[in-house]
Structures are given as structure tokens and as C-alpha cells.
């Protein structure tokens, strides 16, 4: 199918680009979704802002004594790519890796699969295990961690402004390990998982078994617990998935039980990964 009728705009300065999304524009980085879903016309917006020429906005991954600071433009390809995140982050490289295929890697961006917000979406679980932050501004310029900006189906806080970058604190004790099970090679997940532990904890992020992706802060309780044992980490996984606070997706690949299922599998996996050393080479 083809787009709906739009108009398209391309600003050099982020103030035209505000303007323009506060008028109702979509922001356009990578375009990977949102031009197949466009195609599809599961979204039909009547304006469309392409931010690749706003100078404010930078496809480089800043690297300072306490945080990593990834631009709004930076691509897959250039996270994987990153020195800094294959030596202390990994597991984004990881998810980054097993995103698509190499064209949508190659042009989709980091940010702009966040701000998708698909419940499923690769980088958006990793991150969100990662205790990431996301630099927004509209008025103003705020810092929101990324478990306040997911607000439900492919749906955020943004509202009429816009996320200029992702910011990491490094931690060179940090371990993770991310895991996605999905009908075929590159093809969206139907559940994936992100464990990643730290001196302030254990982390732990699901994709596909919400309306957004979530952290599970019971189950996290628990292995922080210094009084916890893993010996019935198998339980304790099972029972926190068994409670009813999960508002499932439903769709054609699989009732949420089996999502559910694939979930316990894949924490449990990611659990025992991260004791070997997670995705570190």
C-alpha cells in the first residue's frame, strides 16, 4: 500500500523542528518504523518532520568521565560499532545487533526506536534495564528516566516536544545479558529480556508481554535481596509473572500465557547468563 496524503518539512534548527511537531508533525529519524507503518496505514500523520538537518541534533555517542551521551541521530550500526558500548554495555550492542536486518540497522536510530515505543522493541527493553535517561525538550530541557517515558502502546510522554539523546552513567562492574525469542532471524520479538546488574543492583526489563515494556520490580526485590537464594529462582520467576498487573497484547503470535512462558524461560536464561559474565566478549 502507499502512505496516506502528507506534507513533509525539513528544518536545519530544532526551533523549526518544535514548531513543527507542536503543530502536529511526526518527528522522522531513521524512518524504519514509521515509513512501513505509514505503508500500512496503521499510522497516518498529516505532516511529517524530518530532523536529519536540525545542527542541533547529533549522531555521535559522547563519552565523558560518568556518563555516555548517545545523539538523537546515532544510528544501530554506530552503537554496535562503539568501543565503549561493546566494553561496558554490551548487552545494547547485543540488542542493537539482533534489530532487523542490515539496511534497517545500517538507518534506523537508537533514539528513534525508543521513541516508537513498541512493548517489543529491542532497544527500549535494553535500555530500560539499563537505568537510561532521555534528554527531552520542548520549553524547556528535561532529563526523564526512561521507566517514566513509556506510557502505553507505542506511546510516550513526549507529547509536542522532542528527545535530543540517551544518557548511560558508566559503571565498569556492570554485567548484563539481553535475550529475544522471535518467529524467525531479524523479525520482531515476540519476548525479549534484559537483566543487567551493578553495585546498586539487579535490573530486570520485558518486552511483548505488556502494553510497554516493563521492569519487574517484585522480581527484582528479590534478587536484591542479600537474604534470597537463586535455588528457586524458577519459582520465584514464575510467580511474579503469574499476577494479574499485565494488560497483554493480542495479537496472532501467541496468547499471553505462552508469552508469558517465553518470559520465565528467557529471565531465567538472562539470570544465568549474567553470573557467567553476561554478554562481555
Not at 566494553?87 to 536486518?101: N, R, T
Not at 535494553?126 to 517515558?149: C, D, H, M, Q, W
Amino acid at each position: 500500500m502507499r502512505p496516506a496524503p502528507f506534507s513533509y518539512s525539513k528544518p536545519e534548527s530544532l526551533a523549526q523542528a518544535l514548531h513543527a511537531i507542536a503543530g502536529g508533525a511526526m518527528p522522522l529519524a531513521g524512518g524504519q518504523s514509521l515509513i512501513q507503518a505509514m505503508r500500512l496505514r496503521t499510522q497516518e500523520p498529516f505532516a511529517v518532520v524530518d530532523i536529519n538537518a536540525v545542527h542541533e541534533l547529533s549522531d555521535r555517542i559522547e563519552i565523558t568521565e560518568h556518563f555516555v551521551e548517545i545523539g538523537a541521530l546515532c544510528t544501530h550500526r554506530q552503537l554496535i560499532e562503539s568501543e565503549v558500548i561493546r566494553q561496558e554495555f554490551p548487552w545494547l550492542a547485543k540488542a542493537a545487533l539482533d534489530l532487523g536486518d542490515v539496511q534497517v540497522r545500517n538507518r534506523g536510530t537508537v533514539l528513534g526506536n525508543v521513541c516508537w515505543a513498541d512493548p517489543r522493541a529491542n532497544m527500549a527493553v535494553a535500555l530500560l534495564a539499563s537505568n537510561a535517561t532521555i534528554s527531552v525538550t520542548g520549553t524547556k530541557t528535561e532529563l526523564i528516566p526512561i521507566t517514566e517515558f513509556f506510557t502505553g502502546f507505542r506511546a510516550t510522554v513526549l507529547g509536542p516536544r522532542l528527545a535530543t539523546s540517551i544518557r548511560l552513567i558508566r559503571n565498569s562492574n556492570s554485567i548484563g545479558t539481553y535475550l529475544e525469542f522471535a518467529r524467525q532471524r531479524q523479525d520482531l520479538a515476540l519476548c525479549n529480556v534484559c537483566v543487567v546488574h551493578d553495585d546498586h543492583g539487579t535490573c530486570v526489563s520485558v518486552g511483548g508481554i505488556h502494553q510497554r515494556p516493563i521492569r519487574l520490580s517484585a522480581l527484582e526485590r528479590i534478587l536484591n535481596d542479600p537474604d534470597s537464594t537463586i535455588r528457586d529462582l524458577h519459582v520465584q520467576i514464575q510467580n511474579t509473572l503469574s499476577k494479574p498487573i499485565f494488560d497483554p497484547i493480542i495479537d496472532h503470535h501467541g496468547e499471553p500465557a505462552y508469552k508469558l512462558h517465553l518470559a520465565a524461560i528467557l529471565i531465567e536464561r538472562a539470570i544465568s547468563a549474567c553470573l557467567k559474565g553476561g554478554d562481555r566478549d
